[in-house]
């Protein structure tokens, strides 16, 4: 009976220990690292290991990472380094008191990684894929008389025209000859549209507008887009670069630009609309020579911008490449951005790290970032529209770019960790699983409509 109380006793304790463990600092610490991390060879990972937990690396993969620090399966309350020895995959776990599991993590080890940091004020021209729909445009037709048909068909604003009658779209201006065309041979219009991931067919018939003189269905539409924006980085060996650090929209629909065709130009900042609080500024921009290509434009991603360059851009500040560093190395406190603020001349300029979120998946805010630097905040007050993709690098190591502004605060903002667009960019392999402030995503774009 004795002994029996004493189990029961022990396992309340037990209980209860776990209860309260679970509401801890250092537990919330170790659950909230990602299960899979990267980190390039020869970095050193550093994990706090607190009481009551231990943590081990599994004992079949130990010649992938080392453990710097004596008796990590023992001790309880101290820093612990693992440092990468080979490429290859390890595993290490959290356990409270050695015997609960808690934690796995599993680390990949990436071969040296070294780019040429970006800051060069770049132009951007973005056609799409198909013709994007922006809007509904009523169709006069006498007597103070209009008509919709394509609303009236059921043709959303974001709806993506694909083909008529059997023909690819590339362009608004084809758009509109093909509609007129059909009107005058009295056809009707089959319009292969995408909708998200959908593609729906929806027939009608064109309308002669009273005012152009041409057959209409009553839509605007746009093809194209063109901004400024901010190179991230470079490879010298493949070529390949990112920038932007996020996704271009179109700027009436909010959807995303599937990208066709684009080309990156050199650009010029001619002067700076200030930050303010409840409305961030932006970098004015200008074109140098349209037709003199830097590089093209294969994708449009969530982290921005990627293609080849075909033409030199060399940067002054950094005329060798750097290593990148994996998210586990970052750590809050100074780092520096590289950007243009005036002409073409690539500046450095501090800022604070103020907070790493750790990632499994990949998302646009590992960091929250301050703007420090005197002369940044009195030429811009902050981040403003056309910093995006301006390169962050911390102890020597590019780390990641800009992304976002906070709106009611535009000295802060976040950046993307440089893993998820050197992924995105082909330079590292995918792998794994990938998966309330208001904020502007800004690359000051301006768009082409056409009404049709």
């Not at 550093?46 to 008796?71: A, Y």
């Not at 008389?145 to 009236?152: G, L, N």
């Not at 887009?225 to 010298?236: E, I, K, N, Q, R």
């Not at 991603?301 to 990627?306: C, L, Q, R, V």
């Amino acid at each position: 009976m004795r002994n029996s109380k004493c189990r029961s006793f022990m396992g309340i304790c037990i209980a209860a220990l776990i209860i309260a463990f679970s509401f801890s600092p250092q537990f919330r610490t170790v659950y909230g690292l990602p299960p899979h991390m990267r980190i390039i060879e020869g970095e050193v990972a550093l994990f706090n290991v607190n009481f009551p937990l231990t943590l081990t690396i599994h004992p079949d993969l130990e010649k992938n990472i080392k453990e710097e620090s004596p008796l990590s399966k023992y001790a309880l309350s101290r820093s612990v380094f693992l440092e990468s020895l080979k490429l290859g995959k390890s595993t290490v776990e959290f356990k409270l008191l050695g015997i609960i599991p808690i934690r796995t993590v599993q680390v990949d080890v990436l071969p040296p990684i070294e780019l040429v940091p970006g800051g060069h004020s770049i132009g951007v021209v973005l056609h799409s894929r198909g013709v994007i729909i922006v809007g509904h445009s009523p169709v006069p037709i006498g007597n103070e008389e209009y008509v919709t048909p394509a609303k009236d068909a059921g043709i959303n604003i974001g709806d993506v025209i694909m083909s008529i009658n059997g023909i690819s779209v590339q362009s608004d201006s084809q758009v509109a000859e093909i509609i007129d065309s059909s009107g005058k041979e009295k056809e009707q219009l089959d319009i292969l549209l995408k909708r998200g991931e959908e593609q729906i067919h929806i027939n009608l018939a064109p309308i002669l507008c009273n005012d152009t003189k041409r057959y209409r269905i009553g839509l605007f539409v746009r093809d194209s887009a063109a901004g400024v924006g901010t190179l991230s980085f470079y490879d010298p060996k493949s070529h390949a670069y990112g920038a932007l650090g996020h996704i271009i929209t179109d700027s009436d629909t909010n959807q995303p630009i599937d990208c066709e065709q684009g080309k990156i130009v050199s650009a010029s900042v001619s002067g700076i609309q200030h930050s303010k609080r409840g409305q961030p500024g932006e970098k004015i921009g200008i074109f140098i020579n349209e037709d003199h290509l830097l590089g093209n434009i294969d994708k449009n991603t969530k982290f921005g911008i990627y293609g080849k360059l075909v033409d030199e851009v060399p940067n002054e500040l950094y005329s060798e490449a750097i290593p990148v560093a994996s998210m586990n190395q970052i750590q809050t406190g100074y780092a520096e951005i590289l950007t243009v603020v005036d002409g073409q001349t690539i500046k450095r300029f501090s800022i604070d790290i103020q907070k790493v979120n750790l990632q499994e998946a990949p998302e646009g805010k590992g960091l929250v970032i301050k703007v420090t630097d005197p002369v940044l905040l009195e030429k811009t007050g902050g981040i403003v529209q056309g910093m995006s993709g301006s390169p962050i690098i911390q102890n020597g190591k590019l780390v990641g770019a800009v992304t976002h502004v906070f709106v009611h605060d535009p000295t802060r903002g976040y950046g993307c960790f440089i893993e998820w667009m050197l992924i995105e960019s082909g330079i590292v392999p995918k792998a794994g699983k990938q998966s309330a402030r208001k904020l502007f995503t800004f690359s000051g774009f301006f768009f082409y409509n056409e009404t049709v």
